[in-house]
């Protein structure tokens, strides 16, 4: 809608859920870790040593799973807390409407894939940031970053 010679916009983030998929990420993939301490199972630890902890040397199971749920949680995320047809219903509320879009359903249809198609950048821009700093470990083959 125009107001005053200047158009509306609706503001859709690329990355909608922010920090969030990583932190639910690492917390998932530190479950086994938690389990083999508590359990004290030969086979559990040795899987987790060899495959999840990134504390001798960078498994790239460990990486890959990584990159995939910070992609699945970002999806999860976003579903949880944008909601299109609240935004659909308050444009169609208070008048406005997106040009060549029907109000109500259309609109709700129309944002959800919008936002479902400008999520997968902001997913995978968000796991290569978290995983760059293993890729970077297992290159230079340093133990750890100073910072």
């Given amino acids: 809608k125009t107001y005053g010679g200047a158009s509306t916009y609706i503001p859709m ?3 909608q859920a922010g920090v969030i998929p990583i932190i639910f ?11 083999s301490t508590i359990i ?4 559990l630890t040795n899987f987790v040593n060899n495959n999840l902890s990134n504390q001798n040397h960078i498994s790239w199971w460990y990486v890959g799973s990584y990159f995939t749920l910070i ?8 579903a949880i807390t944008f909601n299109p ?3 659909a219903d308050n444009m169609k509320k208070y008048g406005g409407f997106i040009p ?3 109000p109500g359903k259309p609109t709700s ?4 894939h919008i936002l479902t198609r400008i999520t ?9 940031i978290a995983v760059l700093p293993f890729i970077a470990q297992g290159a230079w083959k340093v133990q750890s970053f100073p910072f």
């Avoid at 249809?109 to 959800?112: A, F, P, V």
């Avoid at 997968?120 to 290569?128: C, K, S, T």
Wanted: proline share 4%.
């Fill in 40 to 43: 004290h199972s030969t086979w």
């Fill in 85 to 87: 047809a609240d935004v």
């Fill in 25 to 35: 990420a690492s917390s998932l993939l530190y479950l086994p870790v938690l389990a």
């Fill in 71 to 78: 992609i699945f949680f970002t999806y999860f995320y976003t």
């Fill in 13 to 15: 983030k690329v990355n």
């Fill in 109 to 112: 249809d129309y944002l959800s």
């Fill in 120 to 128: 997968l950048p902001g997913a995978m821009f968000l796991g290569a």
């Fill in 100 to 102: 060549g879009i029907r």
